[in-house]
């Protein structure tokens, strides 16, 4: 039986630059979607405790997480199915760069005085 080259890890269109783009925009997307639709879950399973405007805002964070995971996850198992791994890297890179602008926000360092 003769493998066809997306079997093994060649690509008929494109390179390894598309690729490497392709896997960090599969992140920012899917980041951005899954962020939305679990914190609106979590808020919908478990309502606040406070009835102010925060709806729900304390569950972005648990969200964020765990849609980053879910799409390294999804980029890694087809990484590898089609035994291509730069649109897992394309993602790692992209998720590394989404952690550290989440940190830089969340965690802000003051100016020493």
């Known amino acids: 039986m003769q493998s066809t080259p997306m079997m093994q890890g060649t690509r008929t269109r494109g390179g390894p630059i598309l690729g490497f783009l392709g896997g960090a925009g599969a992140i920012i997307v899917g980041t ?7 914190a609106f879950a ?29 799409g390294l996850v999804g980029l890694a198992m087809f990484s590898a199915r089609v035994r291509d791994w730069v649109p897992l890297l394309g993602g790692l890179v992209v998720a590394g760069v989404e952690l ?8 802000p360092v003051s100016p020493a005085a």
């Open 32 to 38: 951005v979607f899954w962020t939305i639709a679990l």
């Open 42 to 70: 979590l808020t919908l399973i478990w309502p606040p405790a406070t009835t102010t405007s925060e709806f729900g805002l304390a569950r972005i964070p648990y969200a964020f997480f765990t849609a980053i995971v879910m």
């Open 100 to 107: 550290a602008l989440f940190m830089w926000l969340a965690f």
